[in-house]
């Protein structure tokens, strides 16, 4: 047995991630995605965690905040990989839940040379998650103070009423709650939509992208689909929009937050290494706006990585980054 030294004082976690993890296997600098019966040789392939919740717990806690990840492994190779890196990030694991009867999800990300991907994923465990699992971890003391839910189309046993329930007991806990919930694989049901809807009243900040906004309200127009949701009960809309940066969209006012120009290398994970960024600068008492402009800078530093690099950047990272670069112009 360890020995325990009694006078030791658990890290507290602040950022509480709940969702799917999976591994990913990333071919990368494809000249384009093959066609049926085509096959395509690319210089190199990687094989590590991902998960829109995973990353989101690897990104916050490489900028040096702690970070808990609420989720499903099962015990397997894949799993493995997930909990190998969240080891390397000190991810805290005490609510992760390692199952025997079950698989880890898998993606397989094919990365064209112009950083523009796209996934076929297998979710695995994730898809099983419960609610229940989840609230008893969001009522361990002491509470986290931001609570992230990502991976929602992935996760069919969280569809809608149990996702507010877990965001609304967050809240009454005193945390700060944030939804992604990613492209849905299954085309945006009008059942799916208004699930989402439904949840929007528990969320304080909610990450959709142009795309995703134009699916839930059939706007083509950020700033008018931004409406329809910040009227359907979202406080605070934070729309991703590429290399143009963000959207940020409250009642009061809308406005555009440039991103930073940088060489592309892979775009995976972006949007994850974003709504990080934003978490840990609001936490750290930023406004909005600079919050925002932190994001797009975490976002940044993530998509123009060299290959052989951790996936996120530290906060020293994020910090050189914003002295040395300015935002492009709106
Ligand atoms: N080409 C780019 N140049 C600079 N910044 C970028 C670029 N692409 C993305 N970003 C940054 O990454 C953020 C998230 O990217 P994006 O808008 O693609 O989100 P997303 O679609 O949710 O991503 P994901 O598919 O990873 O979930 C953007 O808001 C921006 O800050
Ligand atoms: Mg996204």
Request: charged share 15%; hydrophobic share 50%; glycine share 6%.
């Given at each position: 047995m360890k020995p325990q030294n009694s006078a030791l004082v658990p890290a507290i976690v602040q950022i509480l991630s709940i969702g799917d993890a999976n591994a990913e296997l990333v071919f990368s600098q494809l000249e384009k995605i093959p066609r049926i019966g085509r096959e395509a040789v690319v210089p190199r392939v990687k094989l590590q965690a991902a998960g829109s919740a995973a990353n989101f717990a690897l990104c916050t806690?490489?900028?040096?905040?702690k970070t808990g990840f609420a989720g499903r492994l099962a015990v397997d190779q894949f799993g493995e990989v997930v909990l190998k890196a969240f080891r390397e990030a000190e991810v805290d694991t005490h609510c992760l839940r390692l199952v025997e009867d079950s698989s880890t999800g898998i993606t397989v990300a094919m990365v064209r040379e112009d950083g523009k991907r796209a996934f076929v994923t297998y979710p695995g465990t994730s898809a099983q998650l419960s609610q229940n699992e989840l609230k008893a971890c969001i009522s361990k003391d002491p509470p986290p103070r931001w609570v992230h839910l990502a991976g929602s189309h992935l996760m069919d046993s969280l569809r809608g009423e149990p996702?507010?329930?877990?965001?609304?007991?967050?809240?009454?806990?005193?945390?700060?709650?944030?939804l992604d919930t990613g492209w849905d694989p299954s085309d945006w049901s009008e059942e799916t939509i208004e699930a989402i809807k439904t949840t929007l009243q528990f969320v304080d900040i909610f990450f959709p992208n142009a795309n995703e906004v134009k699916a839930l309200t059939g706007e083509r127009s950020p700033r008018k689909g931004a409406k329809i949701l910040l009227d359907a009960g979202a406080p605070t809309l934070v729309v991703k929009l590429g290399s143009k940066g963000c959207l940020l969209a409250t009642k009061r006012d809308q406005h555009l937050v440039p991103g930073f120009k940088v060489k592309v290398v892979d775009t995976t994970a972006a949007g994850d290494a974003f709504d990080a960024g934003f978490a840990i600068s609001m936490?750290?008492?930023?406004?909005?706006?600079?919050?925002?402009?932190?994001?797009?800078?975490?976002?940044?530093?993530?998509?123009?990585?060299?290959?052989?690099?951790?996936?996120?950047?530290?906060?020293?990272?994020?910090?050189?980054?914003?002295m040395r670069k300015r935002p492009l112009e709106a």
């Open positions: 806690a490489n900028l040096g905040i996702t507010a329930s877990i965001l609304e007991l967050a809240r009454s806990r005193g945390a700060t709650t944030s936490l750290s008492g930023a406004t909005m706006g600079r919050a925002a402009v932190f994001a797009n800078a975490v976002a940044a530093l993530r998509i123009s990585r060299r290959p052989h690099k951790p996936l996120f950047p530290t906060l020293q990272e994020a910090n050189a980054f914003l």
